[in-house]
């Protein structure tokens, strides 16, 4: 099957800072997310983005299909931004089901 | 609002019991997921359903059972055969499974067994 990396898989940032975290896929998708997880537990969508580079905010995202990674931008973070980065793969071939990635345990101290 | 609202929130299970957690959604969605995570781990599919009275397993499924009766419900019945069975538990959902649309999740269920 498909698999997905995600890397730095920690990250510790100073507040202000600035973070560039990946996602690479082993084949192609139809379908990619970028989730953040706070420190509760849920799951809050951050982009949809299975192609090209959309923006929101302090957070930007670009996904390379042909390449088979996508990037997720934080600027000038705050300590709100803590918390666990993931990114999801919908596979042409069974489409039935999102597949995760590894996660990226972002931490933003003040 | 819309949205989707999983039920309860924490939950403690004697062993030996079975447990049902609750999903329903407002979105008007077809297909819900179940996921499990465990501490520090990514999420794995438990089951899914596309349509009603139809579901299939995931990569996780045993020792889970689900039942699909109506569009906005999808619960989950965590059974003694779960050997395993504390994670975190979180539902999910979207407008079709075989299209590309956005999927979304509700607040998650936390499970322990005492």
């Known amino acids: 099957g498909i698999q997905v990396e995600q890397s730095p898989p920690d990250l510790i940032l100073q507040e202000g800072a600035n973070s560039t975290l990946r996602c690479n896929f082993s084949?192609?998708?139809?379908?990619l997310q970028w989730f953040h997880q706070n420190p509760w537990g849920q799951l809050i969508n951050l982009f949809y983005?299975?192609?090209g580079t959309k923006q929101n905010g302090r957070l930007s995202a670009t996904t390379v299909a042909t390449e088979r990674y996508s990037l997720l931008y934080i600027s000038s973070s705050q300590t709100t931004d803590s918390g666990v980065y993931f990114c999801?793969?919908?596979?042409?071939?069974?489409?039935?089901?999102?597949?995760f990635g590894t996660g990226t345990r972002l931490q933003v101290f003040p | 609002d819309g949205g989707i609202t999983q039920s309860p929130k924490y939950l403690f299970r004697k062993e030996g019991q079975n447990v049902t957690l609750s999903c329903e959604q407002n979105?008007?969605?077809?297909?819900m997921y179940w996921y499990r995570q465990d501490p520090g781990q990514g999420l794995r599919l438990i089951y899914y359903?596309?349509?009603?009275?139809?579901?299939q397993k995931g990569d996780i499924a045993e020792g889970y059972s689900v039942s699909r009766e109506k569009k906005e419900s999808f619960p989950l019945t965590v059974t003694s055969a779960q050997k395993n069975p504390t994670a975190f538990y979180l539902c999910?959902?979207?407008?079709?499974?075989?299209?590309?649309?956005?999927?979304?999740f509700g607040q998650g269920t936390r499970l322990t067994v005492v």
């Open positions: 999801a793969v919908v596979h042409p071939y069974n489409t039935d089901k999102l597949i």
């Open positions: 084949d192609s998708v139809n379908n």
């Open positions: 983005i299975p192609s």
């Open positions: 979105l008007n969605h077809d297909a």
């Open positions: 359903s596309q349509i009603v009275n139809d579901f």
């Open positions: 999910a959902s979207q407008r079709a499974s075989r299209s590309n649309t956005e999927a979304f």
